[in-house]
């Protein structure tokens, strides 16, 4: 079955830094889509690619697709601490049903 | 609504209680979908909804776990016979369509304790 691995687990950043969150697939992607989840509540769109080499942008955030369609990264220019949260990519399963997996998640902290 | 609403946000149960979790989609979705979450990992499929029609409940993790959705909007996900490993967050998620472009949108989640 396919899965998504997301690295790393945690992230404690000075505000102002740059970070880089990972999610690879053990298969070909057909979308790959960021959610933010904050402590308690539930998940925040960001952001969906679906074509290799696909970026995007939103504010401060950006995400990438690779060519391959097996792997994304999530890039968060000069951090602040509202961007504090789980940082989760979720992918439709090209196995079985129609449903959408997910990775375990990324929780970044960011100290100000 | 505007988004995915659900209810209660919050529900301690007593080990053996059954409990009924409601999921109301935004307006005109047809897929449906119910994940559980537990501290700390992402979220795992439940069951999924086409309409009215019940096409995926492989993730159900038992047979104390029942979801309907018997008009094709509203949702319920029911568990009978609540256990400790029951505690979890459980979120709902609608999208307009079956189809692998269309994003999902989660619900706030219904964060359940069983004690």
């Known amino acids: 079955s396919q899965e998504l691995e997301q690295s790393p687990q945690s992230l404690i950043v000075q505000e102002g830094k740059n970070l880089t969150i990972n999610c690879t697939s053990s298969?070909?992607?057909?979308?790959l889509y960021w959610y933010k989840q904050k402590y308690g509540e539930g998940l925040i769109f960001l952001m969906m690619?679906?074509?290799?080499?696909e970026e995007k942008s939103h504010e401060k955030i950006t995400a990438k697709l690779d060519e391959k369609k097996q792997q994304s990264s999530l890039h968060i220019t000069a951090s602040q601490p509202s961007h504090a949260g789980i940082y989760l990519c979720?992918?439709?399963?090209?196995?079985?049903?129609?449903?959408?997996?997910f990775g375990t998640g990324t929780r970044l902290k960011v100290l100000a | 609504g505007a988004g995915v609403s659900q209810s209660p946000r919050y529900k301690v149960a007593k080990r053996g209680q059954d409990v009924a979790l409601r999921c109301d989609p935004i307006?005109?979705?047809?897929?449906l979908f119910w994940y559980q979450q537990a501290l700390g990992q992402g979220p795992e499929f439940l069951t999924y909804?086409?309409?009215?029609?019940?096409?995926?409940k492989s993730g159900l993790p038992s047979d104390r776990f029942f979801a309907e959705r018997p008009e094709g909007s509203v949702s319920t996900l029911k568990i009978q016979r609540t256990q400790q490993e029951d505690s979890a967050v459980y979120l709902c998620?609608?999208?307009?369509?079956?189809?692998?472009?269309?994003?999902?949108?989660f619900g706030e989640g219904s964060w359940l304790t069983v004690v």
């Open positions: 298969k070909t992607l057909y979308g």
């Open positions: 979720g992918a439709v399963s090209t196995s079985g049903t129609y449903k959408y997996i």
């Open positions: 307006s005109g979705h047809v897929s």
């Open positions: 998620a609608s999208s307009l369509e079956r189809r692998r472009g269309n994003t999902i949108y």
């Open positions: 909804f086409q309409n009215e029609a019940q096409l995926d």
């Open positions: 690619l679906q074509k290799g080499g």
